[in-house]
């Protein structure tokens, strides 16, 4: 039986709820960073990772077309108790993460990695000076009582003109094309069948996001499960990996990005 990681987050739990139902594949939730560093120890078959994380990985693992967190108006908030610039320190939720990549947009900070969850109360008692807020976070701070200082995806696409890439499906390699092309297609047929019928996801995904009110689980479904979720966007994960590059985060790779 394969196994597959996914975050407890309202987008993968709803996105993959009939894979889930079916009983047949293994599954493991976990946050986003230590999605990244499980499948850095190669713990999983096929594992949602941060675009960013893609590199650390390349050699054991490709990506799905499916299955990912991307497009336009999802980037990460950067935030603070105040407004005015972004000073250091930083907080990120996680080194490998997109949204870590995407603060070098604004310049270099020193970063302190925590939680994500973690992050807005940490800005709010000053122990950093600002923070990136990826998930549920962006609809949340507000209310307690931080300003957005950037907002990280539009600067993305200022700069693109494409949608941002957040996150991805990486299987193994060895798996090879036509196990990943079916993966694939099942992925996306788990996906439509979430978008026709919401309402039996709706428990699934609760019981993963307990401290959630419903309008924050129902809004951060709207934003992060799209058509990208049925086909991530190639060209849009290849700038952001050149921006990497371009940044000196990591090597340039000959291996195909895609599985297939």
Known sequence: M???AISPC???TFAFHQLVQSGAYHFVLEDVEELNQRAERGEADITKISVAA???IQEDYALLYAGGAAGFGVGPLVVGREP???VSPVAIPGERTTAALLL???GVFETVPMRFDKIEDAVRTGDVAAGVLIHEGRFTFAERGLCQLADLGEVWEARTKAPLPLGAIAIRRALGPEVA???DQTIRASVEQAFRRPDGTIEYVRQHAQEMEPQV???HIELYVNEYTKHLDKSAVEQLLAFGR???VFAASDLPIFAY
């Open 181 to 183: 092309e079916d993966i």
């Open 104 to 106: 070098r947009q604004l």
């Open 217 to 219: 689980i129902r809004r």
């Open 84 to 86: 005015g610039p972004v």
């Open 246 to 248: 371009a940044e000196g």
């Open 2 to 4: 394969l196994t597959i």
């Open 10 to 12: 309202p987008n993968d």
């Open 54 to 56: 893609y590199p650390r």
